[in-house]
């Protein structure tokens, strides 16, 4: 398997925010994700179905499987943030077009339920993706510095770390 490593991050560049797992507890944490991603210099789209409620998940499988496929095609977007993890992820995995990850591969990155996906992306595509912060759990209200540091770090940086 070819492994494929995504672009790095630059200022300006679109980031996604979708929520292929549980809702947000609130819609006021990606917002303020939000806020933070565009005050350090980043623009930010957000999924039309990432704030949505179905019991314990964001949205049914097809709308949460719809913002995932979305994002992955925009050709504009440079990074699919996963709003947080919590549970539902896996009921997706057989629903997804393997083939349009590996045409547009991007930074991918979430931590918990998210890893189903990022596991099946790899390999399926050889897609690397990262375990890492997501807005509504990490970036929506005071950002820890270690975290924040390196992992700006690891999505921007052109050397190897």
Do not use: C
């Not at 991603?37 to 980043?42: L, S």
């Not at 699919?80 to 393997?98: E, H, T």
């Not at 918990?112 to 990022?118: G, K």
Request: proline share 4%; charged share 25%; hydrophobic share 40%.
């Amino acid at each position: 398997m070819k492994i494929i490593k995504p672009k790095r991050l630059k200022k300006g560049n679109l980031i996604g925010i979708i929520s292929p797992a549980s809702a947000p507890s609130d819609l006021s944490r990606i917002n303020s994700a939000v806020k933070y991603f565009e005050n350090i210099g980043y623009r930010v789209k957000v999924g039309k179905n990432a704030a949505k409620q179905n019991k314990y998940l964001a949205g049914t499988d097809e709308e949460r499987l719809d913002d995932f496929h979305s994002m992955f095609a925009d050709k504009e977007v440079k990074a699919i943030l996963s709003a947080r993890g919590g549970y539902g992820s896996s009921r997706l995995l057989d629903k997804i077009n393997y083939s349009l990850i590996k045409r547009h591969p991007k930074i991918f990155v979430g931590y918990s339920d998210i890893t189903a996906l990022q596991l099946a992306i790899f390999k399926k595509t050889g897609l690397v993706t990262f375990a890492g912060p997501m807005p509504a759990v990490d970036f929506w209200d005071k950002v820890n510095s270690f975290t924040e540091e390196n992992f700006w770090k690891l999505l921007t940086s052109s050397k190897k770390i």
